[in-house]
């Protein structure tokens, strides 16, 4: 099982590989979140959503260039049949919560060595449902105290700033530059 703790541009993020069922089934045990709550994806670049995705070169130059971090819902057949056709052996239980899905872009080094390694991450925030995100790394070992360095792997060990506001999280109108925001900070 790998399970990877992240820092991103907003908090730590609790991340596995998308190829790893069971590992996702600990991120929703380890944190006591519900099924009904899908979990994010993060992938190496904007070229991957351009291939994967049906956004639209002028979409992806909006997103290269949004000023705030930014959580982008779309459609990704890739994503879909992956957890559609699972089977026994892979078996994402709640595959039903992603209608579209939403994706986090690689903006670190040491992300992009995770996602070169692992291939695109699923990921959520390194946090018990309803407690308050992780910034620090002894807030890290304060929550995951029994499961870090044994079950999960902190990649780039940094403090990061907690003042910083959760990402906006939107979707494009078809294939315009209309946005619709599900939350805006």
Not at 48 to 68: A, D, G, H, I, V
Request: glycine residues 2%; proline residues 5%; charged residues 25%.
């Amino acid at each position: 099982m790998n399970l990877y703790i992240i820092p991103t541009d907003t908090c730590y993020w609790l991340a596995c590989p998308i190829w790893d069922s069971d590992a996702y089934a600990e991120i929703y045990k380890i944190k006591n979140r519900g099924y009904d709550k899908p979990l994010a994806i993060i992938v190496p670049d904007f070229e991957w959503l351009f291939e994967n995705t049906p956004l639209t070169e002028e979409q992806l130059n909006f997103l290269s260039e949004y000023n705030r971090p930014f959580t982008i819902l779309t459609d990704c057949q890739r994503i879909s049949m992956l957890l559609e056709y699972s089977d026994d052996e892979m078996d994402y239980e709640n595959k039903d919560q992603y209608k579209q899905i939403a994706f986090r872009v690689a903006h670190t080094d040491s992300q992009d060595e995770i996602l070169e390694q692992e291939g695109p991450l699923f990921l959520t925030s390194a946090n018990i449902s309803g407690k308050p995100e992780n910034y620090t790394l002894a807030d890290l070992k304060n929550t995951f105290w029994n499961k870090l360095n044994k079950d999960i792997e902190i990649i780039d060990e940094v403090d990061l700033d907690n003042n910083i506001a959760p990402s906006d999280i939107f979707s494009f109108v078809w294939d315009t530059l209309e946005v619709n925001y599900l939350r805006k900070n």
